[in-house]
């Protein structure tokens, strides 16, 4: 099924971007950057155009895509832009291009690269428990975005490079977030927790941030889902058919927020409430997830119709033309997180999740938006 208005609007924000000022990187724009460096915001995009020209054959996306990402790396496989003693898990995000380049077209300075990303998940902090803390500055927090930033990427270094000697590592890692951060009332999980239960925004009881964010929400279904398809199911079929269970009951919990629209409000639990609105970046995720998994056989065919609806939702509701004829998506959340402890305006509120800019064209909402629409080609075919 394909959409040649999806088509020209990602030409157009192609033809608006350089190698180092993406047109998809609100964030580096509002802050003045000359460039954007690596973090996981270009890493949404550059994999969305790697997904959308497997999908199309389209050779211009691979060809950015590929030019982006070799702009940065460098012969001995260091990274521009990329410090792996940060320790911030949302930069392990973009690793996730170099496995698909490196099949593409075998340059050996992305394999080199995938190594020293893999360098950091080796060495990054952990909770008592085995869990990654999201970044160096964030010591014992668990966020679900971090959950997507991570654990594909590891999932799909140990598959392919280390023999799978870490699955057990990757399991326990999910059930963990399932047996602190999921709500049994209605299914869906908190934003973050904090095992040291320190952290302003937290409960001093549980260590759960206050709300449930659709965003972080749609980041973990596509952790869970990302994470099973690089998984060799043979190899650990047990926790493999679990961690699969705990995505069909996610699936189900957020169906149950849906919007009658058909997209999700950026506080899903919340809809109707005063400020809320309907969000396109986690809405989009959701289509995808949602579609990809009827796909993959992880979920029936009568969870097509839902995510179709949203994802439609989504083109009526925030894929606009400007007076110059320009196409932009909008209704995408900035950005949303929790501290930290020098800025407490982020104490995981209502009020904050409101506060936070919506903006159009960001690479949060775009990158999801455009995998959603790679699902949506495949149904044509």
Known sequence: MRNPMIEKYLDELIERSTLDVPAWNIEKAKAGATKSGWNYIDGCMILAMLETYATTGEQKYLDFADAFIDHRVQEDGTIDGYDPEEYNIDNVNAGKTLFALYDINGKEKYRKAIDLIYGQIQNQPRTEEGNFWHKKIYPNQVWLDGMYMGQPFYM???????????????????????????DPKTGLYYHA??????????????????????????????????????????AAPEKYDELKAVFVDFMDSMLKYQDESGMWYQLPARGGEPGNYLETS?????????????????????????AIRDFNAICDKYLTVNEAGELHLGGICLVAGLGP????????????????????????GVGPFLLAYTEVRRLGE
């Open 341 to 364: 402890e020098n800025n407490p305006r982020r104490d995981g509120s209502y009020e904050y999740y409101m506060s936070e800019p919506i903006v159009a064209d960001d690479a949060k």
């Open 156 to 182: 799909e270094y140990e598959t392919r490079f280390n023999n799978k000697k870490n699955y057990d590592d990757i399991f326990h890692q999910f059930f963990n977030v399932v047996k602190h951060v999921r």
């Open 193 to 234: 927790y904090d095992a040291s239960r320190a952290s302003f925004w937290c409960d001093k009881e549980t260590g759960l941030s206050q709300n449930f964010w659709l965003r972080a929400l749609g980041w973990f279904s596509m952790a869970l889902l990302d994470t099973l398809t690089k998984c060799d199911r043979d």
């Open 282 to 306: 986690g809405s989009a995720i959701m289509a995808y997830s949602l579609l990809k998994a009827v796909r993959l056989g992880f979920l029936p065919e009568s969870y097509r119709e839902p």
